[in-house]
């Protein structure tokens, strides 16, 4: 006999957390049933304004009427055209609305996958069939995915790999010009944090890994899981310089990044520094399962066919979707919006900054577009006891980003911390309105103003 069907909230809350692995984490309570543009719904009727946007992915907003009903219209049409067995059309339309958008026209050869971890396996397979090399350098702090390959080149928590070893061989890694990791203040210049890192890239190729056994430099342009952190455009061309010097493959990583979210199609266009291979999934489906793996056709032409696939790569409604979401951002101006609503967003972040009976607990405010963060002094952080950003004859315990966002929870916003450090990322629809965005910087301050009181 079937079991009766749960409809009240709470019994199917406590049934989840009964019959759903406890590997996963949830930062809110309840069942989430609906959401509309920058607001969710959950079955028991509160109703949360959505500063996570799914972690980047919503960056039209939930259940955008464009994205929606090109996904409805291909249903009734074909759902599922597995990629070995044919072309479909909505593969080839998206990769037409696509190529305008590139950081460099040399980014011309598509693959479509299901997400950014998938992605990040195919890059590292790509470039080691590639090269005929191994090794991969990644960055410390990097997040990448937790599949296994990606797993081996995340570097921001070790929750994600705990227990896990030995991982994947063949990983190495640089510091990333992040002042924490080179414990420096947060006021050091771009120049000296990108001197120390591409110092420590170098000495790395003369004593852990030689380039001729280097396959690729993995980078996110701006730090994600670690902490929103934009990469300095020095940087990236030290990056670039390198990998041509020695015939390395440079991977950008931009799930999180890609799509608007920083202002430009790809954070990594404001450095004009050319990918090899560029990532791509989170905003461009809006919600619906895809990745995209682009490089030139110069190089994918090298691989063999069969060796890359997969059972649902390029799913004929995600990509549907996402070639609706393309012209939604022509259509509808996002850029200007997200323009906008960066500048509100940083002039509130900042104006806390600066109150003074809050100085002391904010170490930075950082980031590009509505791709935003927070970062509060604390006395607990990793290495402490050596790292110049802690505060002298103050103490702040571990926690201050969680109990902020729990306390934005209970006032109506959903907002998400990032990264060993005590850090509040801000992840805002692209279209979101300048009402909801004074909204949700009232809910956040007034939220922060009340966890400073109780510490």
Sequence with gaps: MLPKLIHHSGPLNDFGKHHVTKGLARISEGVMARGQGSYVEYLDGKKLLDFTCGIGVTNLG???PKVSKAAADQCMSIVHVQCSIAFHEPYLRLIEKLLPAMPHPSLDS???????????????????????????????????????????????????????????????????????????PPSTPPSVLTEECLYQLHLLLSQQ????????????????????????????????????????????????????????????EESGVKPDILLMAKGLANGFPLSGVVSRKELTDKLVPGSMGGTYAGNAVSCAAACAVADAFQEENIMANVEARSQQLFASLNALKDDQTLAQYILDVRGRGLMVAMEFASSEAPGAAFD????????????????????????????????????????????????????????????????????
């Design 388 to 455: 110049l950003a802690t505060p002298k004859g103050l103490t702040v315990k571990k926690g201050i980003a969680s109990r902020v966002t729990k306390k934005c929870i209970e006032k109506g916003m959903l907002l998400l911390t990032t990264s060993v450090y005590e850090v509040v990322r801000f992840i805002p629809p692209l279209n979101i309105s300048q009402e909801d965005m004074k909204k949700g910087c009232e809910i956040f301050a007034e939220s922060l103003r009340e966890v400073v009181r109780e510490s």
């Design 62 to 64: 939930h259940s955008h």
């Design 209 to 268: 890994t030689s380039p001729k056994d280097t396959a690729a430099i993995i980078v996110e342009p701006v730090l994600g899981e670690g902490g929103y952190v934009p990469a300095p455009k020095e940087f990236l061309e030290g990056l670039r310089a390198v990998c041509d010097q020695h015939g390395i493959l440079l991977i950008v990583d931009e799930v999180q990044s890609g799509f608007g979210r920083t202002g430009n199609w790809f954070f990594i």
């Design 110 to 184: 598509f693959f479509f996958w299901n997400s950014g971890s998938e992605a990040v396996e195919g890059a590292i397979k790509m470039a080691r069939i590639l090269t005929g090399r191994q090794n991969i350098i990644t960055m410390q702090g990097a997040y990448h995915g937790r599949t296994f390959g990606a797993m081996a080149v995340t570097k921001s928590k070790t929750v994600y790999s705990d227990g896990v070893a030995p991982l994947m061989p063949g990983v190495f890694s640089i510091p990333y010009p992040f002042w924490h990791q080179h414990r420096l």
